[in-house]
């Protein structure tokens, strides 16, 4: 769920929140996500939202003001998530180039784990306003910063591009794993993980071929 992440920016006018207050939003973040993977943004309505989390209309309206303020503080609370995750699977390995695969290996366990979410974000999230852009790509740029010493570790000449890129690629990795790619070649998240390291630290030609029983093609 995401109760144990509810650490984002809130709007001003909200006033400190209580315990039991921190849990019933978390709840309606959790419906929310649940709502919005399976009718989209735009079909998706509050209605659907509090009967999805067992409460009324009024307790959603001491939280959110909107559907679309459910729907950011959802991408705020995502992000915080992944990076969360990141920073654990990474924070403890000296090596950096397994701190590198350790990093990776976190994040498309995220997306495995969340793939409805990422989905529906790709599709909708960032053609709803500016706004919605705007946090997605200072996710971007935060993951790409984390990485960023790790590839000056590696002897990377321009670690801020270098992280831009290896960000990209993973994302894109991701997408393909889960909406694009054959059923007959589905790879698990360490071998994904390991396979873009390989690509970018050492080049296509340093690709392993991962064996069924790895989790590589026709796993």
Same mark, same amino acid.
């Given at each position: ?15 400190? $929140?209580?315990? /039991?207050?921190?849990? /019933?939003?978390?709840?309606? $973040?959790? &419906?929310? *996500? ?21 409460? =009324? ?11 679309? &303020? ?15 995750? #990141?920073y654990?699977?990474? *924070? ?5 180039? /397994? *701190? ?5 290996? %976190?994040?498309f ?18 053609? #709803? ?5 705007a946090?997605?790509r200072?996710?971007?740029?935060? $993951? %790409? ?16 591009? &270098? !992280?831009?890129?290896l ?13 694009? /790619?054959?059923?007959?070649? !589905? ?5 994904? %993980?390991s396979?873009? !390291?390989? $690509? ?5 030609? =340093? #690709?392993?071929?991962? =064996? ?6 026709? !796993?």
């Amino acid at each position: 769920m995401v109760t144990d992440v509810s650490v984002s920016g809130r709007a001003m006018y909200e006033l400190p $929140l209580t315990q /039991r207050q921190w849990v /019933r939003r978390g709840e309606l $973040l959790e &419906a929310a *996500r649940r709502i919005f993977e399976r009718d989209g943004y735009h079909t998706a309505t509050v209605s659907a939202i509090v009967q999805a989390a067992g409460l =009324s209309q009024g307790a959603f309206y001491l939280y959110f003001p909107d559907k679309k &303020a459910v729907f950011a503080a959802l991408q705020e609370e995502m992000a915080t998530l992944l990076r969360r995750r #990141i920073y654990w699977a990474t *924070r403890d390995e000296p090596d950096p180039a /397994r *701190r590198l695969e350790a990093g990776l290996k %976190a994040y498309f366990e995220f997306y495995d784990e969340y793939r409805a979410w990422n989905h529906r974000l790709a599709l909708e999230g960032l053609g #709803i306003d500016e706004s919605f852009e705007a946090r997605q790509r200072q996710l971007y740029e935060t $993951l %790409a910063g984390g990485f960023a010493p790790t590839l000056t570790e590696l002897g990377v000449q321009h670690p801020q591009i &270098a !992280a831009a890129g290896l960000i990209g690629m993973a994302a894109q990795v991701a997408y393909w794993q889960h909406y694009q /790619r054959q059923p007959s070649v !589905a790879m698990s998240p360490a071998i994904l %993980a390991s396979v873009c !390291a390989s $690509l970018f630290l050492n080049g296509a030609p =340093s #690709i392993p071929s991962p =064996s069924p029983s790895q989790g590589g093609p026709h !796993a």
